[in-house]
Antibody, heavy 119, light 110 residues
Framework: QVQLVQSGAEVKEPGTSVKISCKASGYIFSNYHIHWVRQAPGQGLEWMGIIKARTGITIYIQKLQGRVTMTRDTSTSTGYMELSSLRSDDTAMYFC????????????WGQGTLVTVSS | QSALTQPASVSGSPGQSITISCTGTSSDVGAYKYVTWYQHHAGKAPKLIIYDVSYRPSGVSNRFSGSKSGNTASLTISRLQAEDEADYYCTSYTSSYTYVFGSGTKVNVL
């Protein structure tokens, strides 16, 4: 079955970076876009960006441009999201999601990775 | 990009119907048919329940239905059940080639 398995929780100091992985199984990884979404404590979901299926083209939400980098390794069916210059308000649960191109919805989600930014 | 506007909470008794609204703009909800709804139980990954405004994925109860008028989309849950108690989020594709989520609605089953 389709699975997106994310890396474990992270505790980071302000100003540092975090890189989260999302390993896909049960489907052809390169045929699907990977999106990243986060949820701060007590807050709603926030779409962060996408890395597109065949081209690897990335689109990021404007507020994160310059700090977020989404990559993928098709040989290991793994997506990555790196967030730099971490601030306390980056403390959140981070999810990876998949989308079949041109369907515009997310049909499978990772289990989430908690990132805590604290000194 | 501001979050789509949803009511913070909606309550109903078992067997009743409730409707959750999701208001955006002419650059997102009003512009595209790509409005999606997710059900989120705490501690679990969100679950897709409606896509393309009104379509249900296989396996999703027909008690869930979606619609849209102008810049506002709606999710209706009929014959409310205890298991429907969860957070619900809408999302829409936007004219900036991005996506925007709603602010989230907590459904309480009384």
């Amino acid at each position: 079955q389709v699975q997106l398995v994310q890396s474990g929780a992270e505790v980071k100091e302000p100003g540092t970076s975090v890189k989260i992985s999302c390993k896909a199984s049960g489907y052809i990884f390169s045929n699907y876009h990977i999106h990243w979404v986060r949820q701060a404590p007590g807050q709603g979901l926030e779409w962060m960006g996408i890395i597109k299926a065949r081209t690897g083209i990335t689109i990021y939400i404007q507020k994160l441009q310059g700090r977020v980098t989404m990559t993928r390794d098709t040989s290991t069916s793994t997506g990555y999201m790196e967030l730099s210059s971490l601030r306390s308000d980056d403390t959140a649960m981070y999810f990876c999601l998949r989308e079949l191109p041109d369907t515009y919805y997310f049909d499978s989600w990772g289990q989430g990775t908690l990132v805590t930014v604290s000194s | 990009q501001s979050a789509l506007t949803q009511p913070a909470s909606v309550s109903g008794s078992p067997g009743q119907s409730i409707t959750i609204s999701c208001t955006g703009t002419s650059s997102d909800v009003g512009a595209y048919k790509y409005v999606t709804w997710y059900q989120h139980h705490a501690g679990k990954a969100p679950k897709l329940i409606i896509y393309d405004v009104s379509y249900r994925p296989s396996g999703v109860s027909n008690r869930f239905s979606g619609s849209k008028s102008g810049n506002t989309a709606s999710l209706t849950i009929s014959r409310l059940q205890a298991e429907d108690e969860a957070d619900y989020y809408c999302t829409s594709y936007t004219s900036s080639y991005t996506y925007v989520f709603g602010s989230g609605t907590k459904v309480n089953v009384l």
